[in-house]
T-cell receptor, first 112, second 113 residues
Framework: GQQVMQIPQYQHVQEGEDFTTYCNSS?????IQWYKQRPGGHPVFLIQ?????EVKKQKRLTFQFGEAKKNSSLHITATQTTDVGTYFC????????????FGQGTILTVHP | DAGVIQSPRHEVTEMGQEVTLRCKPI?????LFWYRQTMMRGLELLIY????????DSGMPEDRFSAKMPNASFSTLKIQPSEPRDSAVYFC???????????FGQGTRLTVV
């Protein structure tokens, strides 16, 4: 079935450095969602991208959807300790349109 | 709305015992998802429902796992008999429509000893 692959698996940064995680699919995605999970918490929705080439910003976070709608990225500018957590991309999986499958996630650690 | 409610928050059980996890989705949401999260396998979709009907259960690991949604406000995930490898955090999530924001519950941390 359709899968979304996410890299890197881990990222350690110093506070103030930038961070990027990437999500790739072998097939075209109708949309992609991004979630954040704090340590010990549950995934929380950040944003959804639908249009080819779409770029959305939330303060220091920038989300992009590729032109071919097969890849996406999340970029955080000037990380803060509050950014610590696991970032997931998620997309529709396989032939079941309502199915929501998650990438493996990128665990972000921010050193003060 | 109180959000997606899961119970229990923690469950410790002995191998071979039956375990039932419960979920109350957000009122009015058409979709309900059950996920399992482990370090090794990440966040796996086990099964999802649309309007109380199971749509895709291809992620259910084996016959020991079963899920039901008898009405729009309640779902259960049952493991019988449980095994140590079932130890994980199980999340329930709901969404209003297909491919819209999924709201997760706090999860149930299951430990099978």
């Amino acid at each position: 079935g359709q899968q979304v692959m996410q890299i890197p698996q881990y990222q350690h940064v110093q506070e103030g450095e930038d961070f990027t995680t990437y999500c790739n699919s072998s097939t075209t995605l109708s949309n992609i969602q991004w979630y954040k999970q704090r340590p010990g918490g549950h995934p929380v929705f950040l944003i959804q991208l639908v249009k080819s080439g779409e770029v959305k910003k939330q303060k220091r976070l920038t989300f992009q959807f590729g032109e071919a709608k097969k890849n996406s990225s999340l970029h955080i500018t000037a990380t803060q300790t509050t950014d610590v957590g696991t970032y997931f991309c998620a997309g529709p999986g396989g032939t079941s349109y309502g199915k929501l499958t998650f990438g493996q996630g990128t665990i972000l650690t921010v050193h003060p | 709305d109180a959000g997606v409610i899961q119970s229990p928050r923690h469950e410790v059980t002995e191998m071979g015992q039956e375990v039932t996890l419960r979920c109350k989705p957000i009122s009015g949401h058409d979709y309900l998802f059950w996920y399992r999260q482990t370090m090794m396998r990440g966040l796996e979709l086990l099964i999802y429902f649309n309007n109380n009907v199971p749509i895709d259960d291809s992620g259910m690991p084996e016959d020991r796992f079963s899920a039901k949604m008898p009405n729009a406000s309640f779902s259960t995930l049952k493991i019988q008999p449980s095994e140590p490898r079932d130890s994980a955090v199980y999340f329930c999530a709901s969404s209003l429509y297909e491919n819209t924001e999924a709201f997760f519950g706090q999860g149930t941390r299951l430990t099978v000893v």
